[in-house]
């Protein structure tokens, strides 16, 4: 049970500073002291150290500063995130069974009716199920590496409403139900440097 309580309470640590660090809240240059943010959220120090680490590995934190990633940083993470999402469509096309091509179309189905936090949830999962059909462990850490700048995407082109997000996830599940992998391949990466273009586009304004 102990353990659980502390698991909770490193979820609940990384997530509100990982909010804090990309709603600006906890702006670049901001040095994080451990015990400070203890306090602020009622834990100990150990989940706070632990949810400090993944951000670190995740590149929102750097020394035990925030870092403030470039559009050129932004670009350079989503060129890897393309190359392997767009690899694992085309594996999704060979080795994804029908339960998980259903799982797709149920995130699907929620997205389109669904509210903000709903769609972003049913978004993480679409793509995380496609990543798991790439069979490869390396693949998939590194994309789990990449979570949080992966969400600060995710939350802007699902707030700001981005056009034909969830049609493109419609028509990459029809690439992936065909075991068309070239297609599949073809229309992720067209999928994610769409979501790319929109974040940059948003951040001019």
Do not use: W
Not at 117 to 128: G, I, P, Q, R, S
Request: proline share 2%; charged share 30%; net charge negative.
């Amino acid at each position: 049970m102990a353990k659980q309580g502390l698991q909770a309470a490193y979820i609940h640590c990384y997530e509100q500073i990982r909010d804090k660090i990309l709603n600006g809240d906890l702006p670049g240059g901001t040095k994080l002291v451990e015990e400070r943010l203890a306090e602020e959220m009622g834990v100990s120090r150990t989940p706070v150290r632990e949810s400090i680490r993944k951000l670190e590995q995740e590149g929102l934190i750097k020394r035990k500063r925030v870092v403030s990633p470039t559009d050129e940083d932004l670009r350079h993470i989503f060129e890897v995130r393309i190359l392997l999402e767009g690899y694992s469509a085309r594996c999704a096309a060979i080795y994804m069974d029908e339960a998980s091509q259903k799982q797709l179309q149920q995130c699907i189905d929620k997205a389109q009716h669904g509210n903000v936090v709903e769609t972003m949830e049913a978004n993480k999962l679409f793509h995380d199920l496609i990543v798991k059909a790439s069979r490869n462990p390396e693949l998939i850490n590194i994309i789990e590496r990449m979570q949080s700048i992966i969400y600060l995407f995710r939350r802007a082109v699902v707030h700001y409403k981005r056009p034909f997000l969830i049609e493109e996830h419609q028509q990459i599940l029809d690439a992936i139900m065909a075991h068309n992998g070239e297609e599949a391949e073809r229309l992720m990466k067209v999928h994610l440097e769409a979501d790319l273009n929109f974040y940059l586009h948003l951040s001019k304004d």
